[in-house]
């Protein structure tokens, strides 16, 4: 019969999102439950995005699998894509029990693909933009009914940071505390149009892939680091407090003073760590000086925030009246890089005349920039990775 051949399709691109409050450590493993709450800044989806189709169809043979970047098919059979695709498929099934009329797509195998438009594992939060991206593409094939914080509990099981990145604006991470993990999930402390004026600029310092991974040294931190449990159970609480004040006042003073401490703090706890975690390169600490220089021309005001997750990559947040203080500075000394051309960079003034020791560490270190800003959760897509016959679109 035709209906047996039948491919359904759903596509969906995801975001990245940049933590200020990082998220470092793991009370659960095997369901991926941090030791602390953290919280992030969703980023625009014109700069940086998962797309990803799902698939299903009686016609498939198992198991199912993933096309990445255009690279040939792997199973998904990894503990962090089966605890996914296994709750993901139950709730479709629950649908499926109580409407039998329904056809049976939680039995059918799946085919997904997947493309970023951005460096894989280099620091920039692809793990999260990709397994809210295989997520959402999912529960949109199965039309599951559920909220966007009960799929991010499914998404932090593939990658924490991933259940961040189901919602758009201004998003938290409960830790929670409960052993099965069901009060660990993502909130929105604000919505996007709250503090829309606040922007990103990312210094892509390496696109190569960490030399630690995030997982593996996370659980090292955990293990070896006597600054760990402080930051844990007292740094973190209370800037997480701070921190959802100053979103909700658009305190750029408090919001950027919190973010520079907690990238300062979360490094030093890698350093702690038995053997030391080298995120930061000497690239990286150029960009810290340059914020600082910006900050000082500024009287200073801390009107430039520099924070970098697990990779040597600076991302430096600043509020939109202040493009031409800091983009433009940054634009003066790297102006040449690929990246310029894109959302706001070509609006952005170049600082004339710079020079020195800091800029040119940054010239010989970055490799592209991105100018972006705050956006939107995932969002449902009509252009698919896979065809009408269940082939990859090259």
Request: glycine share 8%; charged share 20%.
């Amino acid at each position: 019969m035709a209906s047996d051949k039948k491919i359904y399709r759903a596509s969906t691109t995801a975001p990245v999102n940049i933590a200020v409050i990082k998220y470092w450590g793991k009370r659960d493993p095997s369901l991926n439950l941090p030791t602390n709450s953290s919280l992030s800044v969703t980023l625009s989806q014109s700069s940086l995005r998962t797309h990803t189709t799902a698939t299903c169809s009686p016609s498939y043979s198992p198991p199912d699998t993933l096309t990445l970047n255009n690279t040939p098919p792997t199973p998904l059979t990894t503990p962090r894509s089966l605890a996914c695709l296994t709750a993901l498929r139950a709730l479709r099934h629950t649908l499926e029990t109580a409407d039998p009329t329904l056809p049976p797509l939680s039995t059918y195998p799946l085919r997904l693909a997947s493309t970023n438009n951005f460096p894989t594992a280099a620091g920039l939060a692809s793990s999260a933009a990709g397994f809210a991206a295989l997520v959402h593409a999912i529960a949109t094939l199965y039309s599951l009914p559920q909220s966007p914080t009960t799929l991010s509990r499914i998404a932090r099981q593939g990658s924490g940071s991933a259940c961040r990145s189901l919602l758009g604006g201004y998003v938290a991470w409960d830790a929670g505390t409960l052993p099965d993990g069901s009060d660990s999930s993502a909130r929105t402390v604000a919505h996007r149009a709250h503090w829309p004026e606040l922007r990103a600029l990312i210094l892509v310092v390496s696109a190569e892939k960490k030399g630690v991974s995030s997982t593996a040294g996370m659980q090292t931190t955990v293990a070896t680091s006597s600054l760990f449990r402080t930051r844990a159970e007292v740094v973190v609480p209370a800037r997480m407090r701070e921190m959802e004040r100053a979103i909700r006042q658009r305190d750029f003073e408090t919001f950027g003073t919190l973010t520079m401490r907690e990238s300062n703090s979360f490094h030093a706890t890698c350093l702690d760590t038995e053997p030391p975690i080298f995120y930061l390169n000497d690239v990286s600490r150029a960009a810290i000086r340059a914020v600082e220089t910006i900050n000082a021309a500024a009287g200073g005001r801390v009107v430039a925030a520099y924070t970098f997750d697990a990779g040597p990559n600076a991302v430096v947040y600043f509020e939109e009246g202040r493009t031409e203080e800091v983009a433009g500075w940054f634009k003066g000394c790297l102006g040449e890089k690929e990246g310029w051309g894109l959302e706001w960079g070509p609006e952005v003034e170049a600082v004339q005349g710079l020079g020195g020791g800091v800029v040119d560490v940054l010239r010989g270190g970055v490799g592209r920039v991105i100018l972006t800003g705050v956006g939107e959760g995932p969002v449902v897509v009509g252009e698919h990775l896979i065809d009408e016959e269940g082939e990859v679109v090259e």
